[in-house]
Nanobody
Framework: QVQLVESGGGLVQAGGSLRLSCAAS????????MGWFRQAPGKEREFVAA????????YYADSVKGRCTISRDNAKNTVYLQMNRLKPEDTAVYYC?????????????????WGQGTQVTVSP
């Protein structure tokens, strides 16, 4: 079992940056693969980025590739999403998620644990 709490969201002007954090508690955080998803008003929750348990592999949606970096610090039980050159279309609630299963990191169905979400709003 793992509990996830996101933070770092807020209002930012287009072209700016934010760093989201996801603090985890529970058993064996270092063994979990972690992902970030987002959900905009009226749309389905979509994949943003993922990172393996030891940080050796990362995955990104085409819509954020080159602008976002996912990282983790297992000593702090925390995963991060650094977002640069933000666009209004990045506006959404961002969720972190955890899974002990390998593969299909882009799929919501792969994840067993979810945080409550943090709002990111990018103004024009």
């Amino acid at each position: 079992q793992v509990q996830l709490v996101e933070s770092g969201g807020g209002l930012v002007q287009a072209g700016g940056s934010l760093r989201l954090s996801c603090a985890a508690s529970g058993r064996t955080f270092s063994s979990y693969n972690m992902g970030w998803f987002r959900q905009a008003p009226g749309k389905e929750r979509e994949f943003v980025a993922a990172i393996t348990w030891n940080g050796d592999r990362t995955y990104y949606a085409d819509s954020v590739k080159g602008r976002c970096t996912i990282s983790r610090d297992n000593a702090k039980n925390t995963v991060y999403l650094q977002m640069n050159r933000l666009k209004p279309e990045d506006t959404a609630v961002y969720y972190c998620a955890a899974t002990s299963i390998s593969g299909a990191y882009y799929s919501r169905a792969s994840y067993n644990y979810w945080g409550q979400g943090t709002q990111v709003t990018v103004s024009p």
